[in-house]
């Protein structure tokens, strides 16, 4: 047996030996037992056909009968046609030999023994012995026929079971990865969440600061410049946290109902200008409205962002498609999403780029992950995208081949009852230019009322 055999493969390959060999052995014994009676059966009636032929004679001729010897072997060779060899014999009494057929059988043979009569009284016995070596021949014959099954048996029995568990090893091991994944994901989730909360009240307090040197300081001035920059560093780190407080999901929502697909119509001019004229986008929504409770300027920066990565994954003249369709998830249903039983509105942003492998795709919602070149990429999109979906009650998740390209679906829960929202890119915009590869897509600040 192979080096690393477990104690299961051993003993499912001594059960299923057993079982191909039980498939051998019982056929043919239960077919040899069945000729070796009915052998010892005919037998007996040929004995007793025998005996009374020459108990005839011995009547006959009481006195003379031993002396008949031509007689008496003739009647002891008469067999009907087909008869397996047989050696018949006839004793008297005190176990003389007086006639036989033929020379005594070797090897395995079964017998009987008739009582010859004269008036009433035993005076003789024919003894009859008969060959099982045709039995024996059949039996392992047939046993010869049922080594194909037997085989065939054996390797269901060992190949079948041993797979299914397998299977089923293989399955235990990659939901206690996945859990294990969850488990570090929320632990990376709450020191994330705390250090930005920390980080993001430092930064209150030198943004206001930066804001009143601004006011103080004349149009003009170089330490206004360097007041602007002090702003500019203090924004862009808030933009972290607000990122990081989206994947430890302790940003505040605001959610509303809207429509999906109205939110990727809506959001179409922004996703071309972030995929750029060398890179075909294509959009196709679904014939149904997809209704959620969400927040509208969190799930836009959401799927700008997968827009974006997916830009950075494809060379040019590449495909980005993004769609929208209905996913009902039953009892027990869609393991690979990993979802609770319900109606969902799925997003999904696939490209045609590069793909990532197994191992890069359990780390790709990690915060400060990334592939790409130092510079051009904080790690902190995906894990924002991770976070705010939770908080809708939602998934993300990846498919993807190396060399093929990859596929972000969005799984957001289906809502029922109210109006649905317009999308709030009419109400709210963005500030600054359109986000650069892998730059965190933080929540946008609100237009101030003039």
């Known amino acids: 047996m192979a080096p690393g055999t477990t104690a299961v493969d051993r003993l499912l390959a001594a059960l299923a030996a057993v079982l191909a060999a039980v498939a051998v052995l019982v056929p043919s014994g239960a077919y040899f037992l069945f000729a070796h009676r009915y052998a010892q059966g005919s037998l007996e009636t040929e004995a007793a056909t025998t005996a009374r032929a020459v108990t005839r004679v011995v009547s006959a001729n009481p006195t003379m009968w031993r002396f008949e010897t031509v007689r008496l072997r003739e009647l002891l060779a008469l067999r009907p046609p087909g008869n397996p060899v047989e050696t018949r014999r006839l004793v008297d009494l005190e176990g003389a030999l007086v006639a036989e057929s033929a020379e005594p059988l070797d090897g395995p043979v079964i017998r009987t023994s008739q009582p010859v009569l004269d008036s009433g009284v035993v005076v003789a016995r024919v003894q009859i012995s008969r060959s099982l070596r045709p039995a024996m021949l059949r039996a392992a014959l047939l046993a010869l026929l049922l080594l194909p099954v037997a085989g065939a048996a054996y390797l269901l029995l060992r190949v079948l079971p041993a797979r299914a568990i397998r299977r089923a090893e293989e399955a235990r091991l990659r939901f206690e990865e996945q859990a294990r994944h969850a488990q570090r994901l929320e632990a990376i989730g709450r020191l994330a969440g705390g250090v930005a909360h920390d980080f993001n009240n430092l930064l209150a307090a030198i943004l206001a600061f930066a804001r009143g040197l601004q006011d103080d300081l004349p149009a003009g001035s170089p330490s206004r410049e360097y007041a602007d920059e002090i702003v ?46 060398k890179v075909e986008l294509g959009i196709k929504l679904g014939v149904e409205p ?71 795709q359990q780390r790709v919602f ?85």
Do not use: C
């Open 290 to 360: 997809l209704p959620v409770l969400g927040d509208g300027v969190q799930l836009e920066l959401v799927l700008l962002n997968l827009a974006s990565n997916a830009r950075d994954a494809l060379a040019p003249g590449g495909r980005v498609e993004v769609s929208t369709r209905r996913l009902d998830v039953e009892q027990g249903g869609a393991p690979r999403v990993r979802l609770r039983p319900g109606a969902y509105a799925a997003l999904s942003v696939a490209d045609t780029g590069t793909g990532m492998d197994a191992e890069t």
């Open 232 to 277: 500019a560093a203090a924004r862009r780190g808030a933009q972290v946290t607000r990122s990081l407080l989206a994947f430890s999901r302790r940003q505040d929502l605001e959610l509303h109902r809207l429509d999906v697909n109205d939110l990727v119509r809506r959001a179409e001019a922004l996703l071309r200008t972030t995929v750029g004229p």
């Open 366 to 450: 990690d915060p400060f992950f990334t592939t790409k070149e130092v510079g051009k990429g904080t790690g902190l999109g995906l894990s924002m995208a991770h976070g705010v979906l939770r908080q809708h009650g939602g998934s993300i998740q990846v498919e993807s081949t190396p060399g093929q390209g990859s596929r972000f679906t969005l799984y957001l829960p289906l809502a029922t009852g109210g109006p649905v929202q317009p999308s709030l890119f009419e109400e709210e915009t963005l500030t600054g230019e359109t986000p650069a590869a892998g730059t965190p897509l933080a929540q946008a600040p609100r237009k101030q009322p003039h």
